[in-house]
């Protein structure tokens, strides 16, 4: 069964600090991992979906990198805002569109 | 923003009444999901459907039905609702097409549902 962890499952830090949120996985026969946000209250807003076949994605101020044969991801920062206080969650979609796997995510918090 | 409605925002019910939640969309997205999300089990899926009137179990399915019978809407029902229902319900869709695998997921805002 596949399992996702999320280490630190909080997190604080300045404003204008680069930062780096982990994702790991126990099962690499992956198809794609994709990363949220949640604020409070709120739905998952997706942010960046890697494929398999991918070693990163770039959107803005976001970077993510993926690393199958070592099950793992990281969803990099740049210049925090106050306004990327969220929580993150990772996703890991193993096949078929049931297969799923969340992590439980990490909570920052980005002090002005 | 992905075009996802679900409705009722928040609801409040007693043990033992039937519950259905609504979810909606308006991207003509063939597949679509229900999940719940608890402290410390983070989401898990409930049931999803991959087009009209086909639907399948998902992790946590013991309680819960759901129906689509046109695509924009995906119906989830708890049948007799307990307290261990309580909890956040979130829909999502993704879209269909060779790459779906690669499609990504996308969320509506959630339902809050609390059995007393």
């Known amino acids: 069964k596949q399992e996702v962890t999320q280490i630190p499952a909080a997190l604080s830090v300045p404003e204008g600090e680069n930062l780096v949120l982990n994702c790991s996985f126990t099962?690499?026969?992956?198809?794609?991992l994709q990363w949220f946000r949640q604020d409070p209250g709120k739905g998952l807003t997706s942010l960046l979906l890697?494929?398999?076949?991918?070693r990163e994605q770039t959107s803005g101020r976001l970077n993510a990198s993926l690393d199958k044969s070592s099950g793992r991801s990281t969803l990099y920062i740049a210049a925090s805002q106050p306004g990327d206080s969220a929580t993150y969650l990772c996703?890991?979609?193993?096949?078929?569109?049931?297969?799923?796997?969340f992590g439980t995510g990490t909570k920052l918090q980005v002090i002005p | 923003d992905a075009g996802i409605t679900q409705s009722p925002r928040h609801k409040v019910t007693e043990t033992g009444t039937p519950v259905t939640l609504r979810c909606h969309q308006t991207?003509?997205?063939?597949?679509m999901y229900w999940y719940r999300q608890d402290p410390g089990h983070g989401l898990r899926l409930i049931h999803y459907?991959?087009?009209?009137?086909?639907?399948d179990k998902g992790e946590v399915s013991d309680g819960y039905s759901v129906s689509r019978s046109k695509t924009e809407d995906f119906l989830l029902t708890l049948e007799s609702a307990t307290s261990s229902q309580t909890s956040v319900y979130f829909c999502?869709?993704?879209?269909?097409?060779?790459?779906?695998?690669?499609?990504?997921?996308?969320f509506g805002n959630g339902t809050r549902l609390t059995v007393t």
């Open positions: 890697i494929q398999s076949s991918q």
């Open positions: 099962d690499s026969a992956i198809y794609n």
């Open positions: 999502a869709i993704s879209e269909s097409g060779s790459g779906s695998y690669n499609s990504p997921l996308h």
């Open positions: 991207e003509n997205h063939r597949y």
């Open positions: 996703a890991v979609r193993l096949g078929g569109y049931q297969k799923v796997t």
């Open positions: 459907s991959y087009g009209v009137k086909d639907t």
